[in-house]
Structures are given as structure tokens and as C-alpha cells.
């Protein structure tokens, strides 16, 4: 039977028309088919290795010299499977940055702690069986030559805007197996509001060990628990500082800001790159904000966990 549930030409030919049919006459009219359950990622891993013979080569593919949290997370998921996996890592054309410098500047092999096999260049890939394209929206000429190269049966594009057209160009490749996915839920909706586009969500997560844990026995408890960061590029026009900065002051003139004991200090923690001048950050707050600026993926990670 198909993904749907129905006979297929194959099953047909295998001499099973008649039991489809009696459990097709079974079912009130109308019926659709009931979808059968899907597989685990371990269980469609071992029964592609027991049907082919060999483990499933898979591709995690990042032509942007960003977006490495994410390929940090699918590196994490992946390993735990019996499959065959390449990362294809494109660099920094300006300024000029390979994708091996990017790794060693960025902090991300130190928060990985290993080297995967890992191709600094998405050119000449590879045949593979499954890809995964981290950043195909702002690159979809480079992600169409991949699948081109690669043939890969089934592809995974990962979205980062629900509402950028270019998924629709991507959505239009000649290939038989495109799915889209996104790293929220409100990104999906949007992706099948406006795009009309058939999206899930899903967020791979690297499961990071900060060097300042901080638990609830902790004497300091009360503070490292407390408050919340922003994080990415400093751009008001994707993230609206301006509003934050509303209402910390409306809680200032309401006497909620800043905080006395015993309530937990209140601080807001920025993190990202970019031009610190766009935050306009007020003066009246300043003094419970914190701009974090560049950090490398270890010291990321340690403040954004505390």
C-alpha cells in the first residue's frame, strides 16, 4: 500500500486485489483510508539499511556562513541513527572566509567538541539518498544545483520565513520529493497561510552543557534563574526593540521596574551582531540592559542558559 494507505499497482501484481477490495467493501462509503502510523527515525533508518543493503547516506547542507545552531542540532539528531552523514559547509565570500576559518571564529568546533565529516564547500557533492537544506531561501540557486548533483530521493527545506516567496520558486524544482519544514509553528502557519505551501515544524536541538549550570540548590539561584535574552541579528525591522523598550518603561512609571527584593532582579540580555546603535536602547533602561555583541557559540550558549 501507498503512504495513503491504498492498493498499489505493485501490491496488484503481488495478487492481493481481493483482500484491498473486501476491506475496501468493509468500510461505509465515504470512507477515506486511514493513514498508517509513521515510522520512527530509527525504525525507517534500519528498514532502509535491511531493503538496501547499506546504511542511508544523508546531507546536511548550509551554503550560508550562518544557521550553524541548526546544522549543530540535525548533527546531534542524525548521530543517533544508523545512517551515513556529510555536512556541506559553504564559507564567507565577503569577507573572504572558508568554511574551515568560520568554524575555528565562530567558536563552533569547540562547541561541538568533534569533527563530523564535513566538506567545506557545497560544490561537486556527493550521491546521496536524504538532504537536509538549512538555508535554501536565500540561496536557491545554489540549492537547486545541489539537488541537481546529489539526487537525492527526498529533501527536506528548512524555512525561516513563513512569507518569503522564494519557497514557492523552490517549491517549483523538478524533483518528486520536496517537504518543507519550519523552525516554529507560527512560521509554518504563515508558510500555509500565504504561501500555500504544505508545512510542518520541527527544531533539531543540540543538547549544550554550560559551564555555569545553574540549579535550583544553587545559592544563587534566585538570580541566575531569572529574566530572559533576545537573540539575533540587531535588526528593528525583524524584531521590534521598540516595543520592549515600551513597556519596560511603562512598568518603570508604574513602580514595577526595577525590581526589590524579595521579587527576582529583572535584567534584559541582548545577543546577537550587527550595528548596537539600532537598538536605541534608552537611557532610562539602560541600566537593565545588556548588549552581548559577536559571541562565539560556547559563550552564546552560557548566556543565553543562564
Known sequence: ADSQGAATPAAAAAGQPATA????????????????????PTDAAERWLKAAGRRMRVAIV???PYHLEIVAGFLHVLSQLPVDVTWYQAGQSVPAVSAVELLEVTGFNKLLGFMPRMRPTTDQPEPVDFAVFVSPEYFERQTQAFLKAAKPISAV???HNGMNRALQRIQ???HPRLHFAALAPHVAAASRQVLRIHTHWMMATWPFASQRPCKSSSEDADTCLSGFSIQGNFESARRNYTRVWALMGAAQSAGVLPTTPPAKPFHLHLLGRGNVKTLGVPFAVANMTTVHLNLKFPQYYDQVKI
Open 172 to 174: 517549483a524544482f523538478d
Open 21 to 40: 477490495a473486501a476491506a475496501a467493501a468493509a468500510k461505509p462509503a465515504g470512507t477515506r483510508p486511514q493513514r498508517p502510523p509513521p515510522l520512527s
Open 62 to 64: 548550509n551554503e550560508a
Open 157 to 159: 527545506m528548512l524555512a
